[in-house]
C-alpha cells in the first residue's frame, strides 16, 4: 500500500474519504500515516463484517450502509483524497459514486481507486472518469493481481476549457 500512501502527504488537518474499506488493508496504514499531522479518514463501509481492529482507529470515524445500492452522502469541497478499495466491481452505480467523491473532492483532489486486474475493466473505468470529470487519469501497477488508478478534479479542466 506504498503506492497510496506516496500519494497522499500528512499535512495538516488533511481529511480523506475512504469508501469500501475490506479489511483495512489501507485504512490502518493510512490512519498511521495521517496521525501524527492530525489527519482524518472518514470512511464510508458497506460489509461492516470485515471492519475488525479499524473501529478502534482514533483518527477514523466510521459511516456503514446498509447494501450496494445505497448512495453515499458526502459534503462538498471536504477532502483532499478520496480512496475506493475494491468497490467498483460491486457497487450498483459506479457513475454515481463517482460524482459523489467528485462532488465531495477540494479543487485538484486525488481519486484513488484500488483495483483487481481481471475483477475490474480498466477501459471502462477510465471512459466512467472521463464522463464524470476526472482528468489525469493513470494506471499504478503494484503487487499483481492489484493495480491503482488515480484520477485528479480539476474543476472545469478538459470540458470545454
Not at 483495512?24 to 493510512?30: D, Y
Request: glycine content about 6%; overall charge negative; proline content about 5%.
Amino acid at each position: 500500500m506504498t503506492e497510496v500512501l506516496m500519494m497522499i502527504q500528512p499535512l495538516p488537518s488533511l481529511r480523506v474519504l475512504e469508501v469500501g474499506c475490506g479489511q483495512g488493508a489501507v485504512t490502518e496504514p493510512l490512519s498511521r500515516h495521517l496521525l501524527d499531522s492530525g489527519g482524518i479518514i472518514d470512511l464510508i463501509e458497506y460489509a461492516p463484517e470485515e471492519l475488525g481492529i479499524l473501529e478502534q482507529l482514533g483518527n477514523v470515524s466510521l459511516t456503514v450502509l446498509d447494501d450496494y445500492d445505497h448512495p453515499i452522502n458526502v459534503p462538498a469541497r471536504e477532502y483532499e483524497a478520496v480512496v475506493i478499495t475494491d468497490l467498483m466491481a460491486r457497487i450498483a452505480d459506479p457513475e454515481r459514486l463517482l460524482r459523489s467523491c467528485f462532488h465531495s473532492l477540494e479543487n485538484s483532489g486525488n481519486l484513488l481507486i484500488l483495483c483487481h486486474d481481471g475483477v475490474e475493466d480498466q477501459a471502462a473505468l477510465e471512459a466512467l472518469l472521463d464522463a464524470t470529470q476526472y482528468v489525469a487519469v493513470n494506471r499504478i501497477d503494484m503487487q499483481s493481481p492489484r493495480y491503482l488508478l488515480t484520477a485528479k478534479k480539476m474543476h472545469n479542466w478538459g470540458h470545454g476549457l
